[in-house]
Protein backbone atom coordinates (compact mmCIF):
# COMPACT_ATOMS: atom_id res chain seq x y z
CA UNK A 1 0.00 0.00 0.00
CA UNK A 2 2.54 2.55 0.94
CA UNK A 3 4.78 1.45 -2.41
CA UNK A 4 1.37 1.73 -4.23
CA UNK A 5 1.08 5.56 -2.99
CA UNK A 6 4.79 6.40 -3.17
CA UNK A 7 4.93 5.42 -6.82
CA UNK A 8 1.66 6.97 -7.68
CA UNK A 9 3.27 10.77 -5.76
CA UNK A 10 6.87 10.22 -8.13
CA UNK A 11 4.55 9.82 -11.00
CA UNK A 12 3.21 13.34 -10.39
CA UNK A 13 7.33 14.71 -9.63
CA UNK A 14 6.88 16.59 -13.02
CA UNK A 15 4.04 18.75 -11.64
CA UNK A 16 5.34 19.71 -7.84
CA UNK A 17 8.35 21.24 -9.75
CA UNK A 18 5.86 24.35 -9.92
CA UNK A 19 5.97 25.33 -6.43
CA UNK A 20 9.07 26.57 -6.29
CA UNK A 21 8.47 29.21 -9.16
CA UNK A 22 4.76 30.60 -8.95
CA UNK A 23 1.37 28.95 -8.86
CA UNK A 24 0.46 29.30 -12.12
CA UNK A 25 3.52 27.57 -13.38
CA UNK A 26 3.64 24.56 -15.71
CA UNK A 27 6.23 21.87 -16.49
CA UNK A 28 6.06 21.39 -20.31
CA UNK A 29 8.94 18.67 -20.67
CA UNK A 30 9.01 16.58 -17.61
CA UNK A 31 11.73 14.73 -15.29
CA UNK A 32 12.92 11.31 -15.57
CA UNK A 33 11.55 9.14 -13.64
CA UNK A 34 13.61 7.39 -10.73
CA UNK A 35 12.92 5.05 -8.06
CA UNK A 36 10.44 5.06 -5.34
CA UNK A 37 10.80 5.16 -2.16
CA UNK A 38 9.82 3.10 0.45
CA UNK A 39 7.85 4.44 3.14
CA UNK A 40 8.39 1.86 6.38
CA UNK A 41 9.12 3.14 9.58
CA UNK A 42 11.88 5.22 8.53
CA UNK A 43 12.97 8.63 10.06
CA UNK A 44 11.05 11.04 7.82
CA UNK A 45 13.51 13.36 8.51
CA UNK A 46 16.32 11.85 6.73
CA UNK A 47 14.09 9.53 4.64
CA UNK A 48 12.95 11.26 1.22
CA UNK A 49 9.22 11.24 0.23
CA UNK A 50 10.54 10.30 -3.14
CA UNK A 51 13.51 11.37 -5.43
CA UNK A 52 14.23 11.22 -9.30
CA UNK A 53 16.90 10.92 -11.63
CA UNK A 54 18.44 12.94 -14.45
CA UNK A 55 16.32 15.63 -14.15
CA UNK A 56 16.15 17.81 -17.36
CA UNK A 57 12.85 19.90 -17.31
CA UNK A 58 10.99 23.06 -18.88
CA UNK A 59 9.32 25.09 -16.31
CA UNK A 60 6.81 27.82 -17.32
CA UNK A 61 4.61 30.52 -15.56
CA UNK A 62 1.44 32.00 -17.44
CA UNK A 63 2.33 30.04 -20.29
CA UNK A 64 5.60 32.05 -20.63
CA UNK A 65 8.70 29.63 -20.68
CA UNK A 66 10.80 31.06 -17.33
CA UNK A 67 13.42 28.03 -16.33
CA UNK A 68 15.31 24.81 -17.14
CA UNK A 69 16.22 22.79 -14.38
CA UNK A 70 19.05 20.24 -15.26
CA UNK A 71 20.61 18.08 -11.75
CA UNK A 72 21.32 14.34 -11.93
CA UNK A 73 19.23 14.08 -9.10
CA UNK A 74 16.14 15.43 -6.77
CA UNK A 75 15.47 14.54 -3.05
CA UNK A 76 11.89 15.64 -1.82
CA UNK A 77 11.03 16.03 1.67
CA UNK A 78 7.58 16.08 2.50
CA UNK A 79 6.87 14.30 5.66
CA UNK A 80 8.99 17.22 7.50
CA UNK A 81 7.84 20.69 9.64
CA UNK A 82 9.67 22.19 7.24
CA UNK A 83 8.98 20.93 3.50
CA UNK A 84 12.36 21.03 1.34
CA UNK A 85 13.67 19.85 -2.04
CA UNK A 86 17.67 18.81 -2.13
CA UNK A 87 19.95 19.00 -5.08
CA UNK A 88 23.07 17.18 -4.00
CA UNK A 89 24.89 16.13 -6.91
CA UNK A 90 24.80 19.68 -8.36
CA UNK A 91 22.19 21.60 -10.09
CA UNK A 92 22.08 23.94 -13.25
CA UNK A 93 19.14 26.25 -13.68
CA UNK A 94 18.38 28.99 -16.70
CA UNK A 95 16.08 31.43 -16.64
CA UNK A 96 14.27 33.41 -19.31
CA UNK A 97 12.84 36.54 -20.40
CA UNK A 98 9.53 36.99 -22.28
CA UNK A 99 10.79 36.16 -24.94
CA UNK A 100 12.59 33.15 -24.14
CA UNK A 101 16.31 34.93 -24.14
CA UNK A 102 18.28 33.33 -21.14
CA UNK A 103 18.26 35.91 -18.57
CA UNK A 104 20.77 34.28 -16.18
CA UNK A 105 22.67 30.80 -15.64
CA UNK A 106 23.22 29.56 -12.29
CA UNK A 107 25.41 26.42 -11.68
CA UNK A 108 26.43 25.21 -7.86
CA UNK A 109 27.77 22.05 -6.37
CA UNK A 110 24.40 21.53 -4.41
CA UNK A 111 21.21 22.70 -3.37
CA UNK A 112 18.38 23.00 -1.33
CA UNK A 113 15.12 24.43 -1.40
CA UNK A 114 12.95 25.22 1.32
CA UNK A 115 9.20 25.09 -0.30
CA UNK A 116 6.92 27.11 2.70
CA UNK A 117 9.99 29.91 2.75
CA UNK A 118 10.54 30.26 -1.08
CA UNK A 119 14.00 30.17 -0.46
CA UNK A 120 17.25 28.76 -2.26
CA UNK A 121 20.60 28.11 -0.52
CA UNK A 122 23.26 27.21 -3.24
CA UNK A 123 26.36 26.09 -2.01
CA UNK A 124 29.91 25.11 -3.23
CA UNK A 125 31.43 26.58 -6.45
CA UNK A 126 28.45 28.86 -7.17
CA UNK A 127 28.89 30.52 -10.47
CA UNK A 128 25.87 33.14 -11.82
CA UNK A 129 26.35 34.83 -15.17
CA UNK A 130 23.48 37.70 -15.71
CA UNK A 131 22.52 39.28 -18.96
CA UNK A 132 24.99 41.37 -19.30
CA UNK A 133 27.74 38.87 -18.94
CA UNK A 134 28.90 39.61 -15.65
CA UNK A 135 30.09 36.63 -13.67
CA UNK A 136 29.34 36.57 -10.00
CA UNK A 137 31.56 33.32 -7.82
CA UNK A 138 31.14 32.67 -3.78
CA UNK A 139 30.68 29.50 -1.91
CA UNK A 140 27.25 29.73 -0.68
CA UNK A 141 24.66 31.74 -2.02
CA UNK A 142 20.63 32.60 -1.13
CA UNK A 143 18.01 33.27 -3.24
CA UNK A 144 14.22 34.44 -1.78
CA UNK A 145 11.73 34.49 -4.24
CA UNK A 146 9.44 35.91 -2.28
CA UNK A 147 11.55 38.64 -1.33
CA UNK A 148 12.77 38.69 -4.91
CA UNK A 149 16.30 38.87 -3.61
CA UNK A 150 19.76 37.36 -4.07
CA UNK A 151 22.49 37.75 -1.30
CA UNK A 152 25.79 36.13 0.58
CA UNK A 153 27.53 36.93 3.12
CA UNK A 154 30.36 34.82 1.58
CA UNK A 155 33.37 36.12 -0.08
CA UNK A 156 32.31 37.01 -3.82
CA UNK A 157 33.76 37.88 -6.84
CA UNK A 158 32.61 39.49 -9.60
CA UNK A 159 33.68 39.50 -13.13
CA UNK A 160 32.93 42.82 -15.30
CA UNK A 161 33.95 43.81 -18.43
CA UNK A 162 35.49 46.93 -17.46
CA UNK A 163 36.63 45.44 -14.00
CA UNK A 164 36.75 42.92 -11.33
CA UNK A 165 35.19 42.80 -7.52
CA UNK A 166 35.73 40.95 -4.52
CA UNK A 167 34.41 41.39 -1.35
CA UNK A 168 32.54 40.23 1.62
CA UNK A 169 28.72 40.18 1.69
CA UNK A 170 26.83 40.88 -1.32
CA UNK A 171 22.83 41.90 -2.27
CA UNK A 172 20.84 41.74 -5.46
CA UNK A 173 17.84 42.19 -7.16
CA UNK A 174 16.98 38.77 -8.78
CA UNK A 175 17.81 39.76 -12.42
CA UNK A 176 21.53 40.83 -10.50
CA UNK A 177 21.11 44.23 -12.77
CA UNK A 178 21.07 45.78 -9.42
CA UNK A 179 23.82 45.09 -6.67
CA UNK A 180 25.48 45.93 -3.58
CA UNK A 181 28.92 44.67 -2.09
CA UNK A 182 29.17 44.91 1.32
CA UNK A 183 33.02 45.14 2.34
CA UNK A 184 35.51 45.77 -0.48
CA UNK A 185 38.35 43.95 -0.02
CA UNK A 186 39.58 44.69 -3.93
CA UNK A 187 38.48 46.19 -7.29
CA UNK A 188 41.01 44.93 -10.46
CA UNK A 189 41.44 45.82 -13.75
CA UNK A 190 39.18 43.60 -16.20
CA UNK A 191 42.10 41.37 -17.09
CA UNK A 192 43.80 41.18 -13.50
CA UNK A 193 42.93 37.25 -13.60
CA UNK A 194 43.67 36.16 -16.63
CA UNK A 195 46.21 33.73 -16.82
CA UNK A 196 49.92 35.75 -16.96
CA UNK A 197 47.98 38.86 -15.15
CA UNK A 198 49.30 40.35 -12.37
CA UNK A 199 47.34 42.24 -9.92
CA UNK A 200 47.32 45.85 -10.49
CA UNK A 201 47.10 47.99 -7.24
CA UNK A 202 43.58 48.06 -6.08
CA UNK A 203 41.81 51.94 -6.26
CA UNK A 204 40.31 53.08 -3.10
CA UNK A 205 36.84 51.59 -2.59
CA UNK A 206 35.24 54.93 -2.05
CA UNK A 207 36.68 56.73 -5.14
CA UNK A 208 35.98 53.73 -7.57
CA UNK A 209 32.42 54.30 -6.27
CA UNK A 210 32.40 58.25 -7.06
CA UNK A 211 33.40 57.79 -10.45
CA UNK A 212 30.50 55.69 -11.49
CA UNK A 213 27.85 57.42 -9.78
CA UNK A 214 25.20 56.07 -12.58
CA UNK A 215 26.45 52.72 -12.62
CA UNK A 216 23.91 50.13 -11.25
CA UNK A 217 26.37 48.70 -8.98
CA UNK A 218 26.37 50.43 -5.27
CA UNK A 219 30.09 49.29 -3.22
CA UNK A 220 29.17 49.81 0.46
CA UNK A 221 32.32 49.36 2.22
CA UNK A 222 31.03 49.22 6.14
CA UNK A 223 34.79 48.29 7.11
Known amino acids: MHSSSATSRLRLLPLLCLAAFAGTATVVTGCKEGDPVGMGDVDAAHTPTMLTRDVETLISDSGIMRYRIVTPIWYVYDEVDEPYWRFPEGLDLDRYDNFFRREASVRADSALYLKNKQLWRLDGNV???????????????????????????????????DKVLEGYGFDSNEQLTRYTVRN????????AFRPGAKKADAPSPASDAEQNDNDSTKIADTK
Open 184 to 191: VSGIFPAG
Open 127 to 161: SITNVMGEKFLTNQLFWDQRMKKIYSDSFIHIERP
